[in-house]
């Protein structure tokens, strides 16, 4: 029943396709095999460690053909939202090459910045992503006196934790949530589980209802709760980030849990119906 009707599949990214450097086994069998089969696929990550063409080199290297209209990254959407809201320079708490996604106007968060921001001017933004090297109380002090002095905070997306060749790490959320608390404000999240990040997915997709497209993902909140919360239905990997102590501790009830994507690949109808 989780998968009646299915002709097109979202999915993630790290945790499906690859853990750190390591690539997960079949991954990239199986969506090749999906493709030639007539499935419709989209590249959905909330990465924000490299800007797209950085992503879609990997994936090519990986032996995945993706077009850039197919991978969908959330400074896609932050730069649509710093336009409507009239545009302006950012504070870019990220790594220094997104700012090719986000669009001109970035202004540096670093040891430099901090020690220079007096004479500068504020930002209208501050956007935050993953890249712990600027997690130190230093920058994002700048960037907290940014939000004092009226600045919009923008998050990339706020995931509690991510894995990687240590073992997990704590996520985006931490730095997200502590600067809404020190400084009194909201964060804008465009990534997953936000609702427009999906809608803007989905939007992609030519002749396909929200009933006929499920997501794939290895963070049961983030990638499965964020698209059951826009109407799709979501199906978890026991890859990457998952473990069953976060699955039992979790709200959200994936429709399905599969070993991995090979092993949904198998599941699936030889062509969509």
Partial sequence: MALDGVAGLLLDLDGVFYVGDEAVPGSVEAARDLAARGYAIRFLTNTTMRPRAALLRRLRALGLDVAPEQLLTPAVLAARLMRAGGGGAYRLVAHPD??????????????????????????????????????????????????????????????????????????????VRGLEY?????????????????????????????????????????????????????VLVRTGKFSEATLAASPVEPDLVVDDLAALARALPARPR
């Avoid at 960037?143 to 990339?156: I, K, P, S, T």
């Avoid at 396909?208 to 997501?215: A, C, D, K, S």
């Fill in 98 to 175: 997104l700012a090719a996604d986000l669009g001109p106007g970035a202004v540096a968060a670093d040891d430099e910045a901090a020690d220079d921001e007096a004479a500068s001017p504020r930002p209208r933004w501050v956007v935050l992503g993953l890249h712990p090297p600027f997690f130190r109380h230093e920058v994002l002090g700048v960037a907290f006196r940014d939000l004092l002095a009226g600045a919009r905070l923008v998050a990339l997306h706020a995931n509690r934790m991510w894995r990687t060749a240590r073992g997990m790490e704590p996520g985006l959320g931490m730095v």
């Fill in 182 to 234: 020190a400084a009194g404000v909201e964060a804008t999240v465009v990534g997953k589980p936000a609702r427009p990040f999906f809608e803007e997915a989905l939007g992609t997709f030519e002749d396909l209802g929200r009933e006929r497209v499920i997501m794939v993902g290895d963070d049961v909140d983030s990638d499965v709760g964020g698209a059951q919360g826009a109407g799709l239905r979501g």
